[in-house]
């Protein structure tokens, strides 16, 4: 796999599917490596997906100072995988905690990006909460499947300060609660850096009010991509978001939930792949 030279002299590892104009992609986790992407549900055959292994995950190699795990440093990351691109301009992919590292890099950056777009994004660099009422009000929507009651009871007490378990609401997070998802998520642990990830949104990582303001005179066109079903990216945060924006497309995805090529990924990658083809 191509690897580069970060701006320390980490060296990090991309991985490349299909043809035409790069489009990088940034995983989320926060800190998981790049493979749970996949090819995107097939965006693969549209453009070419450049895959960044954040540092300390994948195939990119432990940097030497764990603070550089933080999320505003590894905007570093992004712009000298641009570089090394050779591209003047990138088209830059966010998924989930990887939205808040492309809205950051967007920020310090904008006449670097062509198109900026953002799959179930975490608000955290916007400052955007989520009260406990509205993800509840959408966690009722799966009342007819099997595992709902456990699953209910658990982010009920979630919420409310009283319970942990963690693993029984993950099913809120799939469109469909499957062997794929299962499969999926049994992975998680693998592919994320632990440490990394308690340094990404240490303190100093964000300053939502600079973003917001840097935002809202950021040019390029914006795509932002939500699951009707995710309960991390509820729909009302991410309509939020999108409009935080003075170019911005959002798409509500039926059905889906924070992996929404994997919901369903005709309908993601038609939605994605022709609001690409835009800028061409």
Known sequence: M???????????????????????????????????????????????????????????????????????????????????????????????AGVNLAVLYAARHPE??????????????????????????????????????????????????????????????????????QALHADEERRRNDEAAAVFAAEGAFDPEATRAALAAFEAPVLVVAGELDMNTVPAAATEFAGLFPDAELVLQPGAGHFPWRDDAGRFVEAVAAWLRQGE
């Open 2 to 96: 191509p690897t580069f030279r970060s701006h320390d002299g980490t060296e990090l590892a991309y991985h490349a599917h299909g043809p035409g104009a790069p489009l990088i992609c940034l995983p989320g986790g926060p800190m998981s490596d790049s493979s749970y992407l996949g090819e995107l549900g097939g965006l693969s055959a549209y453009r070419r997906l450049v895959m960044l292994d954040p540092r300390g995950t994948g195939a990119s190699a432990i940097p030497e100072d764990a603070s550089s795990y933080r999320c505003d440093r590894l905007v570093d990351d992004v712009e000298a995988l641009r570089e090394h691109l050779g591209l003047d301009r990138v088209d830059l992919l966010g998924h989930s």
């Open 112 to 181: 670097r990006v062509g198109r900026l777009a953002l799959i179930c994004p975490s608000t955290t660099a916007v400052g955007i909460a989520t009260s406990g009422e509205a993800r509840l009000e959408l966690a009722r929507r799966r009342e007819g499947e099997p595992w709902y009651p456990r699953a209910y009871a658990a982010l009920a007490a979630i919420l409310s300060g009283t319970g942990t378990d963690w693993e029984a609401v993950e099913p809120f997070r799939h469109g469909r609660w499957d062997a794929a998802a």
